[in-house]
């Protein structure tokens, strides 16, 4: 079978008032255990609308990698996340990406819950065009929440 994920990103930013460390852990937390030590985390600063410093923090992954952490994310969702989700897809998906955005501080404490907040960890997985066009989305993810 080929894999039906390209590319997964997570991002979340980091305010001056919070410690990047726990910012860090939150977004970690998002990841299956294996992935959690030793990556690759990608950092930038910015300004925030009153000058006050924003940093943003970003992992990415490819491949098998990209197919076991979308799994993960997906099956980590409750069943009412998992419907949203479902249900919402039109407004979620675009261009062969996915978006979700999940509430950071309860990923710190290891929760998975979608929140369309502004203080959110944001997750975009790319699929593969080729498994869209001949399975379609909505039959991917539903894999993808069962394996």
Do not use: C
Not at 81 to 89: A, G, K, P, Q, S
Not at 93 to 108: H, I, P, T
Request: aromatic share 6%; no cysteine.
């Amino acid at each position: 079978m080929i894999n039906p994920i390209e590319h997964v990103e997570l991002s979340t930013h980091v305010h001056a008032t919070e410690s990047e460390l726990k910012v860090v852990r939150a977004l970690l937390n998002l990841l299956p255990p294996q992935y959690r030590d030793g990556i690759n985390i990608m950092r930038s600063g910015g300004q925030g609308h009153f000058g006050n410093d924003i940093g943003t923090i970003k992992v990415q992954f490819k491949g098998q990698d990209a197919l076991q952490i979308a799994q993960h994310i997906l099956k980590a969702v409750d069943q009412l996340d998992r419907e949203i989700i479902l249900v919402t897809i039109n407004s979620r998906f675009s261009d062969g990406k996915l978006y979700l955005r999940f509430n950071k501080q309860l990923a710190y404490n290891g929760v998975a819950r979608l929140d369309d907040g502004d203080d959110v960890i944001k997750v975009i997985i790319r699929f593969n065009h080729w498994v869209i066009k001949n399975e379609g989305i909505e039959t991917i993810i539903k894999q993808l929440m069962r394996h």
